[in-house]
T-cell receptor, first 115, second 114 residues
Framework: DTEVTQTPKHLVMGMTNKKSLKCEQHMGHRAMYWYKQKAKKPPELMFVYSYEKLSINESVPSRFSPECPNSSLLNLHLHALQPEDSALYLC??????????????FGAGTRLSVL | AQKVTQAQTEISVVEKEDVTLDCVYETRDTTYYLFWYKQPPSGELVFLIRRNSFDEQNEISGRYSWNFQKSTSSFNFTITASQVVDSAVYFCALVNTGGFKTIFGAGTRLFVKA
């Protein structure tokens, strides 16, 4: 069983809706990630938080807004999405740094459909 | 530039066959990490193995084995006596020395038929 929990598992939203994706981990990891994965494609990195600070933003449109309220939680706030934003959104966590620490552990993802 | 190439898009085998998934990578870093992840239909990426650039030892874990060769920039993955439960998409990945940005290959979809 994954130790990274994502909710909801499925989400359908209209283009004018505001929704949030949630991710939680209790492994004591201090780096957390959001990835977007389209069908039959590899995951694409969106954001990285390290020690609750935004470390990487891969030029993601502002309609995606990440938030890291504490070391265990990561949110992704969604607003005014487009149908092409429909995808599987994966959360991951790791310990920052070298060695075994940089293994990323993934959640099961949220399947998002934008109508 | 960093790049991971998985030339095999889809592989189909019959149960109990051995299958090798190829991975070739490019990086200018002298220190880096290579990974294999499995993604079953449920969606979660499952960590399988990590290798650092200084460790060229091959590894065997049950039915899984990995062959890392720096000379050819390859990190291939073999499943021995495949099972239906091995059906999934397998991703090879490269992580830079900072440890945050993961470069994924395109993935190889493995179908194991009973």
């Amino acid at each position: 069983d994954t130790e990274v929990t994502q909710t909801p598992k499925h989400l359908v939203m209209g283009m004018t809706n505001k929704k949030s994706l949630k991710c939680e981990q209790h492994m004591g990891h201090r780096a957390m990630y959001w990835y977007k994965q389209k069908a039959k494609k590899p995951p694409e990195l969106m954001f990285v938080y390290s020690y609750e600070k935004l470390s990487i933003n891969e030029s993601v449109p502002s309609r995606f807004s990440p938030e890291c309220p504490n070391s265990s939680l990561l949110n992704l706030h969604l607003h005014a999405l487009q149908p092409e934003d429909s995808a599987l959104y994966l959360c991951a966590s790791s310990q920052p740094g070298q060695g075994r620490k940089n293994i990323q552990y993934f959640g099961a993802g949220t399947r998002l459909s934008v109508l | 530039a960093q790049k991971v190439t998985q030339a095999q898009t889809e592989i189909s085998v019959v149960e109990k066959e051995d299958v090798t998934l190829d991975c070739v990578y490019e990086t200018r870093d002298t220190t880096y990490y290579l990974f294999w992840y499995k993604q079953p239909p449920s969606g979660e990426l499952v960590f399988l193995i990590r290798r650092n650039s200084f460790d060229e030892q091959n590894e065997i874990s049950g039915r899984y084995s990995w062959n890392f060769q720096k000379s050819t920039s390859s990190f291939n993955f073999t499943i021995t006596a495949s099972q239906v439960v091995d059906s999934a998409v397998y991703f090879c990945a490269l992580v830079n020395t900072g440890g945050f940005k993961t470069i994924f290959g395109a993935g190889t979809r493995l179908f194991v038929k009973a």
